[in-house]
């Protein structure tokens, strides 16, 4: 495939910069600086699902979006208070600069990094990090055209990840009586995207003295023709499994209806983790936040059987 390198205004035609390459093959217009590239969007949306290579990026790994505004460089770390926080742009982590036509980032833990930014369109961009053997492939958004709801959705896994418990809150009078009536507390690890925690004890214990008496499996598959809507599957063996419809209320709540009892809960989310760093006092817990990177996610897909 054909590409061009970007030229860095009229003052230096003819003097390439290998960091900042373009895609010939595309008809959309594209920008002439390496810094109109990156701030060309207010956000960009980390796809992380199409990321290669074989090595990794702290900092871009955790990041839900990054965004790179006068020299400085923010992140959303967390789905809880996407949108809000930061003015919609996240924490800021550090700072970068586009002089010699490479991205350099000096990020607050992490350090330096220098990037090559191949540009596939005005909201399609690549980070190339060749020393750590890696690219981020990054998708561009305007603040009011970003869903930041569906993110949620997008991430769902790592969303139940960010309280250290999920508390039962409501039970609908609908239903059936079944055994997870019982069950008053969940909880999700960040260690791995499979594992689930549930507990009896009673609603309102707090959350250091929640005795957890199941381990198992989980899993979430997408809903044919729905974006808002996730299957949610706990394995209780040998019991078998409990399969909900899971939808995200608002970043604090969510809804489990109970496909086989028909009877819907809401749990409330309990210990808000706030990921900042690796090695972040507030992400110390149950649910331990410490290195929690992003992982490739491929969910099997489903037809929703059950119409409330």
């Known amino acids: 495939m054909k590409t ?18 373009v895609d010939n093959s595309i008809d959309e217009p594209y920008y002439v600086s390496l810094e109109e590239v990156v701030t060309a969007n207010d956000l960009w949306y980390i796809d992380y ?39 919609g742009y ?36 690549k980070l190339r990090d060749n020393y750590n053997n890696v690219t981020y492939n990054l998708l561009g958004y305007q603040k009011s055209n970003f869903d930041y709801d569906q993110v949620f ?18 039970t609908s009078v609908a239903g059936t009586i079944n055994e997870f009536d019982n ?3 969940l909880q999700f690890t960040p260690e791995n995207l499979t594992t689930f ?13 929640i005795y957890w008496d199941y381990v198992g499996d989980y899993m979430v598959a997408n809903v044919q023709g729905y974006d808002n809507l996730k299957i949610l599957t706990l394995d209780y063996d040998p019991s078998g499994n409990e399969k909900f419809e899971l939808t995200v209320i608002n970043d604090g709540k969510i809804s489990l209806y109970h496909i086989a009892s028909g009877t819907t809960y809401e749990f ?4 808000y983790i706030q990921y900042l760093k690796p ?21 099997e897909t489903e037809i929703r059987r059950n119409l409330k």
């Open 197 to 209: 925690y549930s507990s009896q004890d009673n609603v309102g214990t707090p959350i250091a003295n």
């Open 183 to 185: 069950e008053n507390f």
């Open 90 to 125: 996240g924490i800021q982590i550090g700072f970068y600069d586009t002089f010699d036509g490479s991205l350099k980032i000096s990020h607050n833990l992490d350090g330096y990094y220098n990037f090559d930014v191949i540009q596939l369109s005005v909201n399609n961009i």
């Open 279 to 299: 090695s972040s006092s507030l992400a110390k817990s149950a649910t331990s936040g410490e290195g929690r990177a992003r992982t490739k996610v491929f969910r």
């Open 4 to 21: 061009i390198k970007l030229l860095l205004g009229t003052l230096v035609i003819g003097m390439s910069f290998a960091s900042c390459i």
């Open 49 to 87: 699902n199409n990321t290669t290579g074989s090595g990794d990026v702290p900092f871009l790994s955790k990041a839900f979006t990054i965004s790179f505004i006068n020299g400085k460089v923010y992140a959303n770390n967390n789905l809880v208070g996407i949108g809000s926080v930061g003015n």
């Open 153 to 170: 959705y997008d991430n769902i896994e790592y969303f139940l990840q960010e309280y250290q418990a999920w508390e039962k809150t409501y």
């Open 268 to 271: 409330t989310g309990r210990g």
